[in-house]
């Protein structure tokens, strides 16, 4: 299950932390051998430099989002020669996860990334590494002190619903009387009320279109067939279905077939392989998915090994890191499919 975050940054994407050139300013009196020179101290890149030793803090592979969160991060750590990464098991127990960052603090890491089971709760955790002297980077779940972190990087909830909603609202635009449903998460998660909220303002640019029913699941195969069963039995005629989760779109889908509707289009959400795939194969209801990209682990590794660096990131002017980065809440289709394939979790 994605995770819940209300912080708003910047957009930026993994591929540009490690690409890229860094334009900085001249003299007049500067060679470019020296402007090259400058530029390569100050901007983290793919060549091997200062060796670093990353302490991870990940969550509980019991969701195929977050597996691919501690996939990412260890995929990325092992392509820098500079990089040594100290992973932790993963736990949803927050004294346990608690007592695994103290860990990695006494081992006196260069760099921290966690993605805490609850942001208030290891707040303190964080406060301690920070002063200790080991920068944090707070992956999703957000700590609930900005002093906790030296940089935030996350999904967009509130995105991923306005990215739904418009592209739901451009397919449904010339019909008349449209009607739409929407299969949510937990109801009692921030983050589902943020995706219901930006699925709501994005239908608000489509008077034609009409949100008829909304039943919430909990992120499973098995509620979300359930579920869906239940609004297909309530809902006889509809036009589009947006499903907040990939992983119980699997159960939704199995009650799509099971009850012999095709009379409507479904865009899901956070990027599963099963999702991609069958976009890809065009043969059932499914048409989209909006991404929640675990992509952003492996960003966070690059911003961690930047940071133990003491460099700023290419594409970007400041010698530093950013404070904030929102990963953009891209609408996968048919006709992009294949660009993000390598990306879907399982």
């Keep these: 299950m994605p995770s819940h975050t209300s912080r708003r940054g910047l957009l930026f994407g993994a591929a540009a932390l490690s690409t890229g050139a860094l334009i900085t300013g001249c003299t007049s009196n500067e060679s470019k051998d020296d402007e090259s020179e400058d530029s390569s ?18 969550p509980q592979a019991d969701h195929g989002w977050l597996n691919a969160i501690n996939d990412n991060a260890k995929k990325r750590a092992e392509k820098y020669a500079d990089v040594t990464l100290e992973a932790t098991e993963g736990s949803n127990d ?7 960052v103290e860990t ?10 966690v993605l805490p089971a609850d942001g208030k709760a290891l707040t303190q955790v964080g ?21 906790a972190y030296r940089c935030w990087i996350g999904g967009d909830n509130y995105g991923m619903g306005l990215s739904a909603g418009h592209y739901i609202g451009e397919k449904l ?16 998660l921030e983050l589902t009320k943020q995706r219901s909220k930006g699925f709501d303002d994005a239908l608000k640019n489509y008077p034609n279109i009409k949100k008829v029913a909304r039943q919430a699941a909990d992120f499973t195969v098995e509620s979300g067939q359930s579920k869906m069963s239940q ?44 999702a991609m795939q ?13 991404l929640y990209p675990p992509t952003m682990a492996a960003s966070a590794i690059d911003l961690a090994r930047a940071l133990g660096q003491g460099k700023g990131v290419s594409g970007m002017a400041e010698f530093e890191i950013p404070s904030f980065v929102t990963c953009y809440s891209a609408v996968v289709d048919k006709e992009n499919v294949g660009q993000y394939m390598s990306t879907g979790f399982k």
Excluded: C, Y
């Design 278 to 290: 069958a976009i890809e194969a065009d043969n059932s209801v499914l048409k989209a998915t909006v």
């Design 231 to 274: 609004l297909l039995q309530a809902q006889k005629n509809f036009d589009a279905l947006w499903n907040h989760d990939d992983d119980q779109g699997v159960g939704a889908l199995r009650a799509i077939k099971q009850a012999g509707r095709d009379d409507f289009l479904m865009v899901g959400g956070a990027g599963a392989l099963s």
């Design 94 to 100: 927050t004294a346990a996860q608690i007592g695994q």
């Design 104 to 113: 990695l603090i006494n081992k006196k890491v260069d760099v921290l990334v």
């Design 41 to 58: 101290q100050q901007v983290a890149d793919d060549k091997p430099g200062k060796k670093v030793t990353i302490g991870f803090a990940g």
């Design 127 to 147: 406060l301690k590494a920070m002063k200790a002297g080991i920068p944090v980077v707070n992956l999703d779940r957000v700590f609930a002190s900005p002093q």
């Design 173 to 188: 635009k010339d019909k008349k009387n449209a009607r739409v449903v929407e299969l949510a998460g937990l109801d009692n």
